[in-house]
């Protein structure tokens, strides 16, 4: 039998969730056999390659592994290992501060009804433009950190603040510099179509051309998914598809933010163009379901936002379930409508507001959320090649997640199998 070595073996985990008995991506209906439970489980990686050398019981990895000169071995008894999170929706490049909007929502202002107040999108916008790249980077800095601390180790974010050719391309360009400098793994959307800029609200046409014809072909280099507020007051149906195609025709991969406020028909969109996901789905219908299942969309559901716009209508996740459509979780942090940093307090409001299981929430979380990305042959589980992207946490036990929302109980996070936060 072949030696194995690595630097860093954590053994002992009272459960080592590995995902890794999974043969259908993304997954439907996770159920427990789906989490690849290993108990007294251990996991070997090589932080020279940043991946995963070898996972099981810990006598065995013991037996299989060598520990390199200098290496580490940890101990995780009475803790659980799992995947790093994975956040498919995000907004982390933004100037500006909507901290008074809480106030205006506790009168009962609407999210629309804010917007036509000055605030709002409109308004980050506006803060955006007139912030130097310096200040922006140095928040989004602070916000990754936060994220990371929290357990995330690969994400989406978006520009969509800017709303011009300069400012889309400085939100990018700001995200390409985060991308390589921090240790998350961060993946660009391009989202030119958050909103129709104020200087354009009475040429909308012109707004779409200035988008499709200079900033697409502008931003091609810098992003890898082209996303659309698809919403009325945003784009419509129509102006979705149009800028959806024309980002495929630069080589984006389409996304959609679709039926968050209302039911326009986004969901089926999201299946036409082949989108890799559609994001948020409050008020998708059951044809969107039917739809999005058929073309394997994933359904990137975001229930922090839900939550803090105190919206009654969650998304019918278990009926999306039912109908076969593969269900991711993401935060949606953003400048105004969502500020939790904290893929456990998601799965805590997913549990608890959306009825998913604690597996599915864990699953919705990692594997199906890579997926949401198209990465999910090199992260969201333990296997061995995989990237040694994953977190110790304080409870024994995976089903205890949920049960303590609003606090953190990562201890651990290791990226490209070296201990980044301890």
Known sequence: MTQLFADLIIEHASQLLTLKTLK????????????????????????????IVATGKTEEVLSLVTLKEGGKRLSARGKIVLPGFVDPHTHVVFGGSRIEEINMRLQGKTYQEIQQAGGGIHFTVSATRRAAKSDLLEKAEHILHAMLRHGTTTLETKSGYGL??????????????LAINHVIDIVPTFLGA????????????????????????????????????????????????????????????PKIHAEQLSYLGGAELAAEVNAISADHLEYISLEGMKRMAEEKVVAVILPGATFFLNMERYPPVRD?????????????????SCWT????????????????????????????????????NFIGSLETGKKADLLICDISDYTHMPFYFGTNQVLTVIKNGKIVFL
């Open 341 to 376: 940093y904290s893929m456990q307090m998601v799965m805590s409001l997913a549990c608890i507001k959306l009825k998913m299981t604690p597996e599915e929430a864990i699953v919705a979380s990692t594997i199906n959320s890579a997926c949401a990305l198209k990465r999910e």
């Open 24 to 51: 259908d991506k993304p997954v439907l209906v996770p159920v427990i056999n789906d989490l690849g439970i290993i108990e007294d489980g251990s996991i070997a990686v090589d932080s020279e390659t940043g991946r």
């Open 194 to 253: 958050h909103l129709v800029p104020e200087e354009y609200l009475y040429d909308r046409k012109g707004y779409i051309k200035l988008l499709i014809e200079e900033m697409l072909p502008a931003i091609m280099d810098l992003a890898e998914f082209c996303d659309v507020f698809c919403e009325d007051k945003a784009f419509s149906i129509e102006e979705a598809r149009e800028i959806l195609l024309a980002g495929k025709a630069c080589g984006l991969l």
């Open 164 to 177: 011009n050719t300069e400012n889309e391309l400085k939100s990018l360009e700001i995200i390409r510099e």
């Open 320 to 336: 999306m379930i039912e109908k076969g459509v593969p269900v991711a979780l993401a935060t949606d942090y953003n400048a105004g």
